[in-house]
């Protein structure tokens, strides 16, 4: 684990809020100390061109913001995933300090269990991941508690236009190059793949090449498509030998979360009020990315993001960052998730999905 490097190296949005549910929405923020959050269990997602505000009864006030020191937080996160954006946007703009946090950034690069087991044993407090790539490790017991949904998007499956692949039913008999057998790519295009009648292990061959060498395997005839995430997957759609055959909110996805908030359990357990405020610090930081997605990427791009910061932005708006599920909501859409991992092979058909959501999923925002 290595600390994050230093900083010297049309949005898509949900429907417009009506009356009724602006003033539900108020009625809720009203119940809370402060911060960002709604305690309905529902995702709150600001409507198409409105300017991020979370009202004043969603915000630390003035003298809990200055009130004591900052509580001193390790957040990990991933410094080239886009999709971690939210984090250092919320930094730079004062977010976290509004909440009473001094967030450190620990750039993690290691494998998943090993993160987990880091945030569990207090070598970091919380991090931001995939849920697809967390719920197989979360499975067998780490002390670790989801949140908060973070944003959906920014997984891509892509296919050479020669090959005639239209859709996810021509993938039978096809070649699909991963960057790892147990990807959130191969996750969720291989519960498609299911969806679609085809065998996700029979009727298609997964073949691992190096992540940032995906494309060359279309290149050189040895694959057909390959899927993996943003920035990567966005950068290789410009070349015109591919197409996009499907995304992770491609049909019933298109509002559900890919990446997650999780928080230490004994964090939660010995100062709850922290947890809370940096779930929120988070969640806030990404309504404000969903609102300026330019200004997130020029932030993003300062801590070491791949891309220009036009290319990082439309990666921004072409994702979901307008939607995310807390409460009651996130834990059904994990139970949904579990379902279908169970399907696929990758949670063991004995888990019961919604005695799991309750374990791994912890409501810090009501």
Same mark, same amino acid.
């Given at each position: 684990m290595t600390d994050a490097p230093s900083r010297t190296g049309t949005p898509r949005s949900g429907q417009p809020l009506s009356r009724r549910r602006l003033l539900q929405v108020g009625a809720a923020a009203a119940a809370l100390p402060f911060g960002f959050g709604v305690s309905t269990g529902r995702a709150w997602a600001p409507g198409p061109g409105a300017p991020f505000d979370p009202g004043p009864l969603c915000r630390?006030?003035?003298?809990? /913001?200055? $009130?004591?020191?900052?509580?001193? @937080?390790?957040?990990?996160?991933?410094?080239?995933?886009?999709? +971690?954006?939210?984090?250092?946007? $919320?930094? *730079?703009?004062? @977010? =976290?300090?509004?909440?009473? %946090? !001094?967030?450190?950034? #620990?750039?993690?690069?290691?494998?998943?269990?090993?993160?987990? *087991?880091? &945030?569990?044993?207090?070598?970091?407090?919380?991090?931001?991941?995939?849920? %697809?790539?967390?719920?197989?490790?979360?499975?067998?017991? =780490? !002390? #670790?508690?989801i949140t908060?949904?973070?944003?959906?998007?920014?997984?891509?499956?892509?296919?050479?236009?020669?090959?005639?692949?239209?859709?996810?039913?021509?993938?039978k008999g096809k070649t699909i190059a991963i960057s790892d057998q147990a /990807?959130?790519?191969?996750? =969720? =295009?291989?519960?498609?793949?299911?969806? $679609?009648?085809?065998?996700?292990?029979?009727?298609? *061959?997964?073949?691992?090449?190096?992540?940032?060498?995906?494309?060359?395997? @279309?290149?050189?005839?040895?694959?057909?498509?390959?899927?993996?995430? !943003?920035?990567? +997957?966005? &950068?290789?759609?410009? !070349?015109?030998?591919?197409?996009?055959? $499907? +995304?992770?909110? /491609?049909? *019933?996805y298109a509002d559900r979360t890919c990446c997650v908030v999780a928080v230490r359990g004994s964090l939660i357990r010995n100062d709850r009020a922290v947890a809370t405020a940096l779930t929120r610090a988070i969640l806030e930081g990404g309504h404000r990315l969903h609102e300026s997605p330019e200004d997130a990427a020029r932030i993003f791009s300062g801590y070491g993001g791949k891309g220009s910061i036009e290319d990082l932005a439309a990666m921004l708006r072409s994702q979901h960052h307008g939607h995310s599920p807390v409460g009651a909501e996130l834990k059904q859409q994990i139970v949904l998730y579990g379902d279908e991992l169970k399907q696929v092979n990758v949670l063991k058909r004995t888990t019961d999905t919604a005695k799991f959501a309750e374990r791994v999923c912890a409501d810090v925002l009501s």
């Open positions: 630390p006030t003035a003298a809990e /913001s200055v $009130a004591g020191p900052l509580k001193p @937080i390790k957040l990990a996160w991933n410094a080239t995933a886009i999709c +971690t954006a939210a984090a250092p946007l $919320a930094k *730079e703009h004062g @977010i =976290f300090a509004q909440h009473g %946090l !001094d967030v450190e950034f #620990v750039n993690f690069g290691g494998s998943t269990e090993a993160l987990l *087991e880091a &945030i569990a044993t207090g070598k970091a407090d919380a991090g931001i991941g995939m849920a %697809l790539r967390w719920l197989k490790p979360l499975e067998q017991g =780490f !002390d #670790v508690k908060a949904g973070l944003h959906g998007g920014c997984l891509r499956l892509l296919a050479a236009k020669s090959a005639g692949i239209a859709g996810i039913a021509d993938l /990807s959130p790519a191969k996750n =969720f =295009f291989g519960l498609l793949l299911a969806k $679609a009648g085809i065998d996700p292990e029979a009727g298609v *061959e997964w073949r691992q090449y190096p992540a940032d060498l995906l494309n060359l395997a @279309i290149e050189k005839g040895e694959a057909q498509a390959f899927a993996d995430a !943003d920035p990567r +997957t966005w &950068i290789w759609l410009k !070349d015109p030998r591919l197409i996009e055959v $499907a +995304t992770n909110l /491609s049909g *019933e």
